[in-house]
């Protein structure tokens, strides 16, 4: 980048959320140098009692930065909008939505991080079990109860596990769940295709040593096949020098794959951008 590919970047973390560095206002500018098209800020609402970011979330105060954001852009500056992330929906989903409400929001986010009391993004509960692979299916049911029971617009992250699995020295290069688990891995992206939740290709591992994204590129294939058009882009951006990183190479798979499209969410609707 400065690219001419229209790319909207839809899952971008700013200082609403306490892992992440910088302000909505500061991010739209960064956007607009990247030549990006448009940046989906999302802010982490956790509820996990063991989560980094438990009961962090301040809707009011997103809020707030977000207009300030609206309100500097220039005329021709990068579209902005504005998406939460949930943490297992499935599980607090209802003090999640509590938390965010008397404000608007364009989309939902639902993530996966936490399989029970295991934390899949880091590398103890691989080393604790006998049975890393275990792990891997258990995140796969909770990912299809978490589908099931709704409440989001897009899956984050699909995979995110491979993190804690690199990072426990584990090596990744037979791990195809398509194969593996073939029979989950069907039945979670049917449902998505059913319920029309989206999938996002999530770029920030091609930051880290695992080198791929989130889903990996069976994954992308088979929910295309199974008649999956719904997927959106996203950098996981958290702080530099990993702002929107991986997001050209994110648009070539996605084409790769045999999407000609990639979407955006306004005001909880869908809208289709092209690829090329
Ligand atoms: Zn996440
Ligand atoms: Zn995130």
Redesign the pocket.
């Known amino acids: 980048m400065p690219t001419t590919r229209i790319i909207y970047d839809m899952h971008v973390h700013t200082s609403n959320s306490p892992d992440a560095d910088f302000p909505e206002s500061l991010l739209a500018s960064r956007a607009a140098d990247a030549g990006l098209s448009g940046v989906g800020f999302v802010a ?1 609402v956790d509820y996990h009692p063991r989560d980094f970011c438990y009961a962090w979330f301040d809707a009011a105060r997103y809020d707030e930065a977000f207009a300030k954001a609206v309100e500097s852009r220039g005329s021709d500056g990068p579209v902005l909008l504005k998406g939460i ?1 949930i ?1 297992e929906p499935h599980r607090f989903g209802e003090r999640a939505m509590e938390a965010a409400s008397g404000y608007d929001y364009d989309f939902v986010v639902g ?1 996966l ?1 936490w399989v029970g009391e295991e934390l899949v993004l880091e590398k103890e509960p691989f080393e604790a079990r006998a049975d890393p692979m275990g792990l891997v299916e258990e995140y796969l049911r909770q990912s299809i109860e978490m589908v099931e029971t709704g409440g989001f617009d897009v899956l ?2 699909l995979g ?1 596990f491979r993190r804690g699995m690199t990072q426990a020295g584990l090596d990744l290069r037979e791990l195809d769940e398509t194969r593996l688990f073939p029979d989950l891995v069907r039945q979670l992206l049917s449902s998505m295709v059913e319920r029309g939740v989206a999938l996002e290709l999530n770029t920030s591992g091609l930051r880290r040593d695992e080198r791929v994204t989130y889903p990996v590129p069976p994954v992308l294939a088979l929910y295309r096949s199974l008649g999956g058009t719904r997927v959106t882009l996203g950098s ?1 951006t958290h702080r530099d020098p990993w702002v929107f990183y991986g997001l050209g190479e994110g648009v070539d798979m996605l084409l790769e794959a045999g999407f000609g499209t990639a979407l955006l969410y306004r005001r909880g609707e869908p809208v289709e951008y092209p690829l090329r």
Do not use: K, L, R
């Open positions: 982490h992330e943490g993530a991080h984050a992250h995110i996981d």
